[in-house]
């Protein structure tokens, strides 16, 4: 879902994915509430045996990527109302979908080297 940014007038696109991310965390939330309720007082093998469940290992990095994902929505309109200039604002919205994306890289490369 991170594309970069070069053009204006993608509002319904922008919106319908912005729609669609806030439905989906509505049970990703869930889920984390269960895995941190269950996981309370675990070890660090109760951990991986718990993401080791295809189930939880899918959650988890769905519970990166999704809200990762609104999160940026979120921030590049914040950038596309406060920054007038067109060049600093695409620099700014690529730069920050970067930044998101080696995130939820190296979240996603953890939870799967401790599923696994």
């Known amino acids: 879902m991170l594309k ?7 509002g319904t696109g922008h919106k319908a994915a912005h729609n669609l991310t806030t439905i989906a ?3 990703l939330v869930a889920w984390f509430v269960y895995a941190v309720l269950s996981l309370r007082g675990a070890d660090y093998e109760a951990l991986q045996a718990f993401l080791g469940q295809p189930f939880n290992m899918v959650m988890a ?3 990166v990527i999704v809200p990762l994902t609104h999160f ?3 921030i590049e309109v914040v950038y596309e109302d406060y920054i007038s200039d067109l060049k600093k604002r695409a620099l700014m919205i690529n ?3 970067v930044v998101f994306g080696l995130i939820g890289l ?3 490369v953890s939870i799967l080297k401790l599923g696994l």
């Open 95 to 97: 730069l920050m979908k």
């Open 61 to 63: 990095i769905l519970f």
């Open 72 to 74: 940026a929505l979120e």
């Open 4 to 10: 970069l940014a070069f053009t204006n007038h993608k």
């Open 25 to 27: 965390n509505i049970p």
């Open 106 to 108: 190296a979240t996603i």
